[in-house]
């Protein structure tokens, strides 16, 4: 059974710097795996999808990789932003979701 | 386009009562699904729809059925609500079919209380 985790779960970091955020899959035959952001009281918005044959996938500040052989995932944000702050989750194959890491971004 | 919508945005039930959560997109996607979300255990699948009249169980289905008459429109139902089901509740549409590589939309969410 598929199973997916985030690490850390909270993570709290001044404006400016850049930082990592992890997502592990138990099962590496995945299709595709997900990054989304979710701001509080809020729906999940899409950041980076990147399929299965693809290393990492960009947009603007973030980037995402993407290794199947080791069942890890990172998403990295450079310059992080106050506006930055929220629950970010990992899903594989749209059907299995991490539990989120929560990131606060100060000023 | 509205995107994904759901109705309503909060609900209080009593145990025993049902009610139908609605979930409608207007992307023309064939792809629908219900997920619920509990704090520390992430947004779990419970039911989903690969197209008009096809409907599948995933993890966590018991409680709640699901029907799919249209393309834009996927209800889902409370047949008799416990406290467990307690959460709040997304559904989410993709264009095609489950694990091929399309952006996964979102609704606002439902929040969910069962006395």
């Known amino acids: 059974k598929q199973e997916v985790t985030q690490i850390p779960a909270a993570l709290s970091v001044p404006e400016g710097e850049n930082l990592v955020l992890n997502c592990s899959f138990t099962?590496?035959?995945?299709?595709?795996l997900q990054w989304f952001r979710q701001d509080p009281g809020k729906g999940l918005t899409s950041l980076l999808l990147?399929?299965?044959?693809?290393r990492e996938q960009t947009s603007g500040r973030l980037n995402a990789s993407l290794d199947k052989s080791s069942g890890r995932s990172t998403l990295y944000i450079a310059a992080s932003q106050p506006g930055d702050s929220a629950t970010y989750l990992c899903?594989?194959?749209?059907?299995?979701f991490g539990t989120g890491t929560r990131l606060q971004v100060f000023p | 386009n509205a995107g994904v919508t759901q109705t309503p945005k909060f609900q209080v039930l009593k145990t025993g009562q049902s009610m139908t959560l609605q979930c409608a997109q207007d992307?023309?996607?064939?792809?629908m699904s219900w997920y619920r979300q509990d704090p520390g255990m992430g947004l779990r699948l419970i039911h989903y729809?690969?197209?008009?009249?096809?409907?599948d169980q995933g993890e966590v289905p018991n409680g709640y059925n699901v029907s799919r008459s249209t393309t834009e429109d996927f209800p889902l139902r409370l047949l008799s609500a416990a406290p467990s089901q307690t959460s709040v509740y997304f559904c989410?549409?993709?264009?095609?079919?489950?694990?091929?590589?399309?952006?996964?939309?979102f609704g606002p969410g439902t929040r969910l209380t069962v006395l």
């Open positions: 729809s690969v197209g008009a009249g096809i409907t």
């Open positions: 099962d590496s035959a995945i299709y595709n």
């Open positions: 899903a594989v194959d749209k059907l299995i």
């Open positions: 992307m023309n996607h064939e792809y």
């Open positions: 990147i399929q299965s044959s693809q």
């Open positions: 989410a549409s993709s264009s095609r079919r489950l694990v091929v590589s399309d952006t996964q939309y």
